[in-house]
């Protein structure tokens, strides 16, 4: 166990759900990622939120939206998603600010858009 | 941005073998170079790692080597086993933002 947390593992929605993802770490970090994989990119970017504040939002639509309340947790929201967005959705923390330091991935979020 | 590719995308050799894995990057100011294995439906994690200021680390049957004039780093697999099958992904961090970017990964596959 990393000590990053992700639920659920697995979801299943239609295109006018709304879901969330959640994110949990319990390292001490203060920085929080939400990467995309699928085959297409392997390891996207798509949200960093340093000490609570999104620093990076890597041009991803507006139907996905990052919610930081403090710096062990973190969620992303989902709604009218579509079948391109099923993917494995990776949380990651690290401490921010030195760099170079080592990230540390949650287990993901399978998700599926029908 | 950060650009990092990676290659091959895919690669077998016979356990025992060596394996080597190619990145190169684009911002000279990228500083730190982490290597992550995922297993399949695992998450991946941080094997060795290399800073700016050395050009070779090793640990055991795996090493890592940058040159930072032409921008690019590798890594090494000695005597290849069954084990190390997995995707490989190697990433850059200017280490201002705490972002990594990531390469596209390296499917490696160790036959028997």
């Known amino acids: 166990e990393t000590g990053v947390t992700q639920t659920p593992r697995h979801l299943v929605m239609g295109m006018t759900n709304k879901k969330s993802l959640k994110c949990e770490q319990h390292?001490?970090?203060?920085?929080m990622y939400w990467y995309k994989q699928s085959a297409k990119k392997p390891l996207e970017l798509m949200f960093v939120?340093?000490?609570?504040?999104?620093?990076e939002n890597n041009s991803v639509p507006s139907r996905f939206s990052p919610e930081c309340p403090n710096s062990s947790h973190l969620f992303l929201h989902l709604h009218t998603l579509q079948p391109e967005d099923s993917a494995l959705y990776l949380c990651?923390?690290?401490?921010?600010?030195?760099?170079?330091?080592?990230?540390?991935f949650g287990q993901g979020t399978r998700l599926t858009v029908v | 941005g950060e650009n990092v590719e990676q290659h091959p995308s895919t690669l077998s050799v016979q356990e025992g073998d060596s394996a080597v894995i190619k990145c190169t990057y684009s911002d000279s100011a990228s500083n730190y170079f982490p290597w992550y294995k995922q297993e399949l439906g695992k998450r991946p994690q941080l094997i060795i790692d290399?800073?700016?200021?050395?050009g070779e680390k090793k640990d055991q049957r795996i090493a890592v080597t940058l040159n930072k004039t032409a921008k690019h780093f590798s890594l090494h697999i000695t005597e290849t086993q069954p084990e190390d099958s997995a995707v490989y992904f190697c990433a850059a961090d200017t280490g201002t933002a705490s972002k990594l970017t990531f390469g596209t990964g390296t499917r490696l596959q160790v036959m028997l």
């Open positions: 990651a923390s690290s401490h921010a600010g030195t760099g170079n330091t080592e990230a540390f």
């Open positions: 290399i800073r700016s200021n050395v």
């Open positions: 939120y340093n000490f609570k504040e999104q620093t």
């Open positions: 390292l001490g970090h203060n920085a």
